[in-house]
């Protein structure tokens, strides 16, 4: 018996309000094989969750994410190509190479501008959120060596962003150089 082919694994990440459920969505759909793996549903899990943005969830953050890993990578070991949303700053990609560093791996930073992702989450969600959406906004701002993969979410342009991601990840652009984890 042979082994399937190996998918790939896309972390669409950014500020909460930036557009990843969206964007992984669509993009999720337009695969053969698609899958898309929403972090959140993780989070909902936890029977006595600790703000993620608190210092004192970092390792609650941690697990979550090692758990998301190992999940995509079992996925995309199957064939699956994995988009998987969630506010995965630089600083948890350690996390994820032990399950993926092997793999075809991706990174997708959505960008829309804070009163535009403030916005969003109250649409959704309520006023509650926005010193979080506050908070992860500014971890955002400064990717470093990671800036070439931004990509500008704007209000209204969701199947221009698809597009946009889509062209990059099949030219390769947006690949992650686990050597520099």
């Not at 990578?73 to 700053?89: Q, T």
């Not at 309520?126 to 070439?148: C, K, N, T, Y």
């Amino acid at each position: 018996m042979s082994a399937p082919p190996t998918g790939k694994v896309v972390l669409v990440s950014g500020c909460p309000g930036c557009g990843k459920t969206s964007l992984s969505a669509v993009l999720a759909k337009r695969e053969a094989l698609g899958f898309h793996l929403v972090s959140d549903h993780y989070y909902e899990f936890v029977a006595h969750k600790i703000d993620p943005t608190k210092p004192e969830s970092r390792a609650q953050n941690e697990a979550i994410m090692r758990a998301l890993a190992a999940s995509s990578a079992e996925l995309a070991r199957s064939g699956y190509a994995v988009f998987l949303d969630g506010v995965i700053g630089p600083w948890m990609l350690p996390e994820y190479r032990p399950f993926l560093a092997e793999l075809p791996t991706h990174y997708v930073v959505l960008e829309a501008p804070e009163p535009d992702a403030l916005r969003r989450v109250r649409e959704r969600d309520g006023p509650g959120l926005s010193p979080i959406v506050r908070h992860m906004h500014r971890q955002f701002a400064d990717l470093g060596p990671f800036a070439g993969h931004a990509v500008a979410s704007p209000e209204g342009a969701l199947d221009a962003v698809a597009d946009e991601v889509a062209t990059r990840l099949a030219a390769g652009e947006l690949a992650l150089d686990w050597s520099r984890i």
